[in-house]
Nanobody, 124 residues
Framework: QVHLIESGGGLVQAGGSLKLSCAAS????????MGWFRQAPGKEREFVSS????????YYADSVKGRFTISRDNAKNTVYLQMNSLKPEDTAVYYC?????????????????WGQGTQVTVSS
């Protein structure tokens, strides 16, 4: 079992930036794809971004494409999400996720391990 711990959330003004980190303990990332999801109040959890284990392939939701960048450091068992040009609609709890496969495309049903979540609030 791998434990994922997110950090880096907080309150930021619209147009600002935040960088989320997700560190794994226990079992390592291995060759699994990693991803970020988010859930806003009253809404379902949605996919944000994912990355394969080689970092050669990344995937983004249309709503964040061009503003967010996912990366990973397998030596540190850490995955990152750099968020720029933040908008109020980006406000949500952000969850780190480890897929059950190496496939970079993922949905919630593909996830084997979830982090506890970190709150991101963007004020207008």
């Amino acid at each position: 079992q791998v434990h994922l711990i997110e950090s880096g959330g907080g309150l930021v003004q619209a147009g600002g930036s935040l960088k989320l980190s997700c560190a794994a303990s226990g079992r390592t990332f291995g060759n699994y794809a990693m991803g970020w999801f988010r859930q806003a109040p009253g809404k379902e959890r949605e996919f944000v971004s994912s990355i394969d284990w080689t970092s050669a392939f990344t995937y983004y939701a249309d709503s964040v494409k061009g503003r967010f960048t996912i990366s990973r450091d397998n030596a540190k068992n850490t995955v990152y999400l750099q968020m720029n040009s933040l908008k109020p609609e980006d406000t949500a709890v952000y969850y780190c996720a480890r897929s059950n496969s190496a496939r970079v495309t993922m949905t919630s049903s593909d996830i084997g391990s979830w982090g506890q979540g970190t709150q991101v609030t963007v004020s207008s």
